[in-house]
């Protein structure tokens, strides 16, 4: 069993739909990461939290530290909102620890 | 992200060369971490690095791989005698001191082996 586990794997939708990834961890973390990458791109950190709620733009992010579940929304999503998002945990130690992503496609 | 840089972007390497794909931190972060994330799987920790000291190499390749974060200058991560299967990308993160779950991704290396 993966320390962070994210579901959907493959997530399509319609332009315009409120999006939702979960995440959930088995390990303690200091921190959690939500992170984007578009094909062939890069990696961007959308959010680091370690407890509630952040919002930017149309991104939303959740954390329950007691059970352990971070959530990433998006609403009125948009084709260009296509890409992966990928879950990971930090912790005291040194590494970061990954999901394996969820490839979110929004079509026109 | 723009304060982690990395380079090159792109790298194009034959088969038994050498790699060489460099990091250079944030500015005030003195922690660097290597990440390689094959194709179609998920990003996978090699090595953490602090100024001239290798904290943890547990991620890395026994053989042909070597990573260091000299006193001055970028941090480097080496592959000698490259293989098909070395083809990846290569991302490099920073941190603060003492804050190493806190890490800044650089926009990553892409390998390919010919």
């Known amino acids: 069993k993966n320390e962070v586990e994210q579901s959907p794997q493959n997530l399509t939708a319609q332009e315009g739909e409120f999006i939702t990834i979960n995440c959930s961890y088995s390990?303690?973390?200091?921190?959690l990461h939500w992170l984007q990458q578009h094909p062939g791109g890069g990696i961007v950190s959308l959010f680091m939290?370690?407890?509630g709620k952040k919002k930017h733009g149309r991104l939303i992010a959740t954390i329950n530290i007691q059970e352990k579940h971070s959530s990433l929304h998006i609403t009125a999503s948009h084709p260009r909102d296509s890409a992966v998002y990928i879950c990971?945990?930090?912790?005291?130690?040194?590494?970061?620890?990954f999901g394996e992503g969820t490839q979110l496609t929004v079509n026109p | 992200n723009a304060g982690v840089m990395q380079n090159p972007r792109h790298l194009v390497r034959r088969r038994g060369q050498e790699a060489r794909l460099r990091c250079s931190p944030m500015?005030?972060?003195?922690?660097v971490y290597w990440y390689r994330q094959l194709p179609e799987e998920g990003l996978k920790f090699m090595v953490y690095?602090?100024?001239?000291?290798?904290?943890?190499e547990s991620g890395m390749p026994k053989e042909r791989f070597s990573a260091e974060f000299p006193k001055e200058g970028p941090s480097i991560l080496r592959i000698q005698q490259v293989v098909r299967g070395d083809s990846a990308a290569y991302f490099c993160?920073?941190?603060?001191?003492?804050?190493?779950?806190?890490?800044?991704f650089g926009p990553g290396t892409r390998l390919t082996v010919t």
């Open positions: 993160a920073s941190s603060p001191a003492g804050r190493s779950y806190e890490q800044y």
């Open positions: 690095l602090q100024k001239e000291n290798i904290i943890d």
């Open positions: 390990v303690g973390i200091s921190a």
């Open positions: 500015k005030g972060h003195s922690h």
């Open positions: 939290l370690s407890s």
């Open positions: 990971s945990g930090g912790t005291s130690g040194s590494r970061l620890t």
